[in-house]
């Protein structure tokens, strides 16, 4: 056994849900949990159109539940019809939501805006409008590059209430990872924004999406919306070009929702794969609504009474369900912050609990960890100074949390009273799969528990065998879930490959992670990723993509590999082998075209993923013939000895080269 594995099964704290959480939850208790569990078992499409009936509002109801005789491409309510906005804004009019807060925005200077319910449906309304407006049109793709605004989730809710297919690419990707979503997608339109404010700085959006579209091939695209964020000016392009208050002009605060089919793609959120090129993840209307207002509840336990707080950006998955989708259709209040976590100071999120009265706070491994290490080289950033009672349940997501900054969470910022949801999930599964119940699972730091119910997960060998408790192996989901990705945007066959393959009887759905379930009570926790993709502060990085990024560098480089090494903050960390086109340089030479390597990764993909290690050899440890050995340079990137078998190796020596330091 492995000593990651040995060490996360010697775990034996465990902390039960607190009386009170355990009497008002929703699903209350274990018993309550099993029960559900066993409905799914005994009628797996019964359970599932039961949820679907009483959580979804369709406009046209659907009558088949689940069609699997084109799996895997499942599909789910599939004759049904509905509009996800509709489920967010519409369906709360007329009920004591319709006032509500639905969002309280905080800018990055502290500023703070809200708007209701009643609000929030008349801006959507007016921006759908305005997209139809310019030509856009149900099936369209629509790219979304904004920072986090309300501007932000009304552009995402205007393309829905439209029928157009949003795709929402980070504000830190660069020119060139944007114009190859512009053109995977063929979109039609890019939303954007002037400039983006981040730790009291404006870094400019308008002026990357220029460069992406002069980049060329992005002749879809007919119009650039363009939010003026700050006062400053930017370029505007006579035809292309508009700003939100010259298309919102003259538009109407009402527009009908377009009925969609329950299979009408909604979004396409692209992701890093094992290749250089990241898949458009395709997710559905029905059967991701269903599932992002159903883990709100099942998983936040969401009461009217809460303020619920995820602070993911919505370029990630994260933000689709937990910020744009999730928490209106569940009809809560939440905050949406523009800033980072340590501006003005590093208590930023602390206050922002206190001042906002948060009750569910949701937020990353990476960004707790960095939040300790400020707390304890100064003592006024730490949560003590901040009245966080207000809390009830506390949330991670994004990568494994290492039991030390699970308890520390628990005590400083839950104070000892929260139940703490660590929530299992990927893009392609649209909502939570595996994580604790607040008012039913005792939790053990670092585990995420037992899958929620109707979530058929297990772990598995290579064959696709029962793997027994004890003992890793694969995480899979034998069963599909109305949330799944529906397929890989323009590459079905990818889709089937990377997730249903043969290999394994192409009918378990393959997460790419490792799991172990522990004897005592079955619990998961996931060992990291199995495959070619690293996880550096709870965001995906394909390593391929980092070394074409590296190679596509012809003037210096001529080979690159790229490996993840543990890293104390980030949880991993990117190390890049580079083989120059020049001889290997030691020193400051070193040092120089290092940095120059970063930067160049930066504009190649974006500042996520510069490595932070780059070390140079005369060559990579091949075999003889000619694979790289990328587990060895795991383990010199890693600092550790080489105990792996070496015989294969066609050279040797450079191993001792390449663990030296640059
Ligand atoms: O490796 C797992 C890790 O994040 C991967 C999915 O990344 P992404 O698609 O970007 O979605 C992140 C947000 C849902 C998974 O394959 N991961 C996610 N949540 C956890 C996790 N690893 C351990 N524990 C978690 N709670």
Redesign the pocket.
């Known amino acids: 056994m492995s000593n990651a594995i040995e060490s996360v099964l010697v775990e034996n704290r465990v902390f039960p849900p607190p009386e009170a959480a355990v009497k008002s939850a929703r699903i209350s208790g274990m018993a309550a949990y099993q029960a559900m569990c066993n409905e799914a078992e005994k009628d797996f499409e019964g359970f599932w159109a039961r949820l679907a009936r009483d959580n979804v509002v369709w406009t046209k109801p659907f009558t088949k539940t689940l069609n699997e005789s084109n799996a895997p491409f499942y599909k789910w309510f599939e004759d049904g019809e509905l509009n996800a906005s509709a489920n967010c804004l519409d369906k709360h009019i007329g009920t004591p939501v319709e006032n509500k807060t639905a969002i309280v925005f905080e800018a990055d200077d502290g500023a703070v805006t809200q708007v209701t319910y009643k609000e929030l449906l008349a801006r959507v309304s007016q921006f759908a409008n305005a997209l139809k407006a310019q030509g856009i049109k149900k099936g369209d793709r629509v790219i979304v590059y904004m920072p986090m605004t309300i501007e932000g989730v009304v552009a995402m809710q205007a393309c829905a209430r439209i029928g157009a297919t949003h795709s929402v690419v980070f504000g830190g990707f660069s020119a060139k990872s944007l114009q190859e979503r512009i053109i995977d997608a063929g979109a039609v339109a890019v939303i954007t924004a002037n400039f983006q404010m981040r730790g009291g700085k404006e870094l400019g959006l308008k002026s990357i999406v220029d460069e992406a579209l002069a980049m060329g091939g992005c002749d879809t695209i007919k119009n650039v919306l363009v939010y003026m964020r700050t006062p400053t000016t930017c370029n505007m392009v006579a035809g292309r070009d508009k700003t939100f208050t010259e298309v919102l002009q003259g538009q109407s605060t009402e527009c009908k929702p377009e009925p969609v089919n329950a299979e009408h793609p909604l979004f396409i959120l692209y992701?890093s794969g094992s290749t250089g090129k990241p898949k458009g993840v395709q997710h559905s209307t029905g059967g991701y609504l269903l599932w992002a207002n159903l883990t709100m509840q099942w998983t936040f336990d969401i009461k009217p009474q809460d303020v619920f707080w995820c602070t993911?950006d919505i370029g990630?998955?994260?933000g689709h369900t937990y910020v744009a989708y999730g928490p209106l259709a569940a009809g809560a209040t939440e905050v949406i912050f523009e800033g980072v976590p340590t501006y003005p100071h590093a208590g930023r999120f602390w206050q922002m609990i206190e001042k906002h009265k948060v009750t569910v706070f949701y937020t990353a491994p990476t960004a707790i960890r960095s939040l300790i290490k400020a707390a304890e080289t100064d003592e006024k950033v730490h949560p003590k100074n901040w009245n966080l009672t207000s809390l009830r349940i506390l949330g991670?997501?994004?990568?494994?949390?290492n039991p030390e900054a699970w308890m520390w969470y628990h005590r400083n910022v839950g104070g000892e009273k929260c139940p703490i949801v660590?929530?299992?999930?990927?893009?392609?599964?649209g909502g939570h799969m595996?994580?604790p119940l607040p008012g039913a699972t005792p939790t053990v730091p670092g585990s995420?528990t037992l899958p929620l119910p109707g979530i058929m997960a297990a772990i598995v060998d290579e064959q696709g065998h029962d793997m027994p408790n004890g003992s890793g192996g694969m995480l899979v989901v034998k069963r599909p879930w109305p949330s799944m990705i529906r397929t890989i945007w323009g590459d079905p066959e990818r889709f089937k490959k990377s997730y249903f393959p043969e290999e394994m009887g192409g009918k378990l759905y393959l997460?790419?992670?490792g799991a172990v379930r522990d004897a005592q009570r079955g619990y998961f926790r996931?060992t990291?990723?199995i495959d070619d993709?690293l996880?550096v502060s709870?965001?995906?990085l394909g390593t391929m993509e980092i070394e074409s990024a590296l190679v596509s560098k012809t003037d210096l480089v001529a080979e690159a590999a790229v490996v993840g090494r543990p890293d104390d903050l980030t949880g991993e960390a990117v190390c890049a082998f580079v083989v120059l086109k020049r001889p290997r340089p030691t020193g400051d030479e070193a040092k120089k075209i290092a940095d120059e390597l970063r930067a160049w990764v930066g504009k190649e993909i974006g500042p996520i993923a510069k490595p932070k290690d780059i070390r140079f050899g005369d060559n990579l440890p091949k075999t003889r013939s000619g694979k790289i050995m990328r587990r060895l340079l795991r383990s010199i990137a890693k600092g550790d000895a080489i105990t792996q078998d070496t015989s294969t190796l066609e050279n040797p020596a450079i191993l001792e080269q390449l663990a030296q330091k640059s």
């Open positions: 992701t993911a990630w998955i994260t991670t997501v994004g990568e494994p949390i660590d929530t299992f999930w990927q893009t392609e599964t595996i994580t995420c997460a790419g992670d996931i990291g990723r993709v996880n709870g965001h995906r």
